[in-house]
């Protein structure tokens, strides 16, 4: 991993060389530092000749001359003021380091030319989606062999310049804690499943610990014991052993009941026994992208100290063919009762998810479950890569998930639910069965894991097959895994389950 950028706010510059970053709308006047400096023609010109619109997002490199304070300006273009939403800041953060170079030193003097004020919480957007684009994940590449870019871009420095630089600071404590938690999501996705089993999963959640977290580790003979059959069979053609991870944050000085978060964590699936097709097979190192984000969810809320009682839980398996895999007709029970007919071992994410639901409920009892999985390939069909799929029994909830997506650029679309998709998983031999056929894959999805819901739990599912890795390169994410769900999630809790 690249070393991750630096941000700090300051009501002056301290930096005298490096680069001077300047916010521009499609006005093209220049902020008032620039005039200061001494650069304003100077950049006007630059602009003009380069026939930079300021469009939102879009930067411009300019040389400056011998003597001025600093080596080079960027100008940042925010497009039309009126049209900016709070999801920009990060991506106009994003951009920004995008220009920097290695080691850069940078200064963003935070002020726009049409005298609309940056708020304190806007700034640490900026900072937010600065760090999280100078992740990027190297590790496997040797030095000095020829490498990609990845391998030689290396921390920058980013002061942010803006009279309420001490507000700032304080809500950058908290999106600091943030930006840890989606680059942790997206080291556990992008990192191989050779390197990163079920165990070692399970010990980066236990790393938790230090934040104050309680984390408690299933093994293989408890889950069996807590007849689990569900998603032991998935784990059962793998050498590796299953892990569930439980991990409590109780932040909240009040005894409320827990608000839960679960995760598929399937660190490698080949589909099982009704194997995948090869052609982009590796892909699936990265079925955990819903434990990954729940882990990092974790992080985030415990580091910022949130003031919630929130529980974490993940279901780690590995889906391979094996003497010993599990068979397509075979029939197992899982945890809550229920009879399940596997009509396909690559329908596996639902099967982890419906003991890992069932456990949740048992042992926490949530006023509230929200489950994020890469769970079927038909999402991607329906929404391609910008949306994530929403299915919830619960309006109110459905409605704060998209508020939070809308917020943070995470955004969610609300998928139907209803008894008549039922009809699809009805089984010959047993209560339901894992498929549904090619018709309506993710609403069937769904529709299964709701029969692992008690009935009046405010629940929310979040299909992320379509996102959470293999998306397009973003102002704020130039990896494959994108860490998604740690800011819609984060956000969440802060706007609805804070005291
Ligand atoms: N992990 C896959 C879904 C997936 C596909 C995630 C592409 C990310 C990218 C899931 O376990 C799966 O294999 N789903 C099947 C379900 C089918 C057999 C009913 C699918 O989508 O084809
Ligand atoms: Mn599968
Ligand atoms: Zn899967």
Do not use: C
């Not at 995008?98 to 049409?114: I, P, Q, S």
């Not at 409920?361 to 329906?382: C, H, N, S, W, Y």
Request: glycine share 10%; hydrophobic share 45%; no cysteine.
């Amino acid at each position: 991993m690249t070393e991750i950028s630096t941000v700090s706010f300051r009501k002056s510059a301290t930096a005298e060389k490096g680069s001077a970053v300047f916010l521009v709308d499609d006005s093209l006047k220049m902020p008032p530092a620039a005039e200061v400096i001494g650069i304003a023609a100077l950049l006007s010109r630059a602009a003009a000749t380069a026939a930079f619109k300021a469009g939102k997002f879009s930067v411009l490199d300019v040389l400056v001359p011998a003597g001025t304070e600093y080596d080079r300006a960027i100008l940042v273009g925010i497009g039309k003021p009126a049209e900016l939403v709070e999801a920009d800041w990060a991506r106009i953060g994003g951009s920004l380091l995008g220009a920097l170079r290695k080691g850069d030193a940078a200064v963003l003097y935070a002020e726009r030319a049409d005298g609309e004020a940056i708020s304190p919480d806007q700034l640490a957007e900026i900072g937010l989606g600065a760090v999280l684009r100078s992740y990027s994940f190297d590790r496997y590449k040797s030095r000095g062999k020829g490498n990609g870019e990845d391998s030689k871009k290396s921390a920058a420095s980013l002061e942010i310049v803006h009279p309420e630089a001490g507000k700032a600071k304080k809500a950058w404590v908290s999106r600091q804690a943030v930006a840890e938690g989606a680059i942790l999501a997206r080291e556990l996705v992008n990192e191989p499943a050779n390197v990163l089993g079920t165990v070692e999963f399970a010990e980066k959640a236990e790393s938790l610990e230090r934040l104050g977290v309680t984390i408690e580790v299933l093994t293989e003979k408890q889950m069996k014991k807590l007849g689990m059959r569900a998603l032991l069979g998935v784990n059962q053609g793998s050498v590796r052993p299953p892990r569930l991870v439980a991990m409590h944050w109780n932040g909240s000085d009040t005894k409320e009941r827990p608000i839960a978060f679960v995760g598929k964590g399937v660190v490698f699936d080949t589909g099982g026994i009704s194997i995948k097709p090869a052609g982009g097979m590796e892909d699936m190192k990265g079925d955990m992208g819903g434990a990954a984000a729940v882990v990092g969810l974790i992080h985030a809320l415990a580091s910022r100290k949130a003031k919630t009682n929130v529980v974490g839980i993940i279901g780690l398996v590995e889906n391979m063919p094996d003497g010993n895999a599990q068979r397509p007709g075979d029939i197992v029970e899982a945890a809550s009762g229920t009879t399940i007919e596997i009509i396909n071992t690559d329908a596996e994410g639902r099967l982890v998810l419906a003991d890992a639901l069932w456990y949740v409920q048992k042992e926490f009892d949530p006023r509230m479950i929200v489950d994020l999985a890469t769970l079927t390939g038909a999402i991607i069909v329906a929404l391609g890569h910008d949306h994530a799929g929403l299915f919830s029994t619960d309006d109110a909830l459905a409605a704060a998930l998209s508020k939070a997506g809308e917020a943070t650029g995470e955004k969610v679309w609300r998928m139907p639910l209803g008894q008549a998709y039922d009809k699809q998983i009805e089984s010959k031999f047993a209560d339901i069965k894992n498929t549904g056929g090619r018709d309506a894959g993710s609403i069937t999805a769904a529709q299964f894991l709701k029969r692992f819901v008690k009935d009046g739990t405010p629940w929310a599912h979040l299909d992320i097959a379509g996102t959470a890795m293999s998306s397009p390169q973003s102002e704020t994410n130039r990896s494959w895994a994108s860490g998604w769900g740690v800011r819609l999630l984060d956000r969440l809790v802060a706007d609805n389950y804070e005291t």
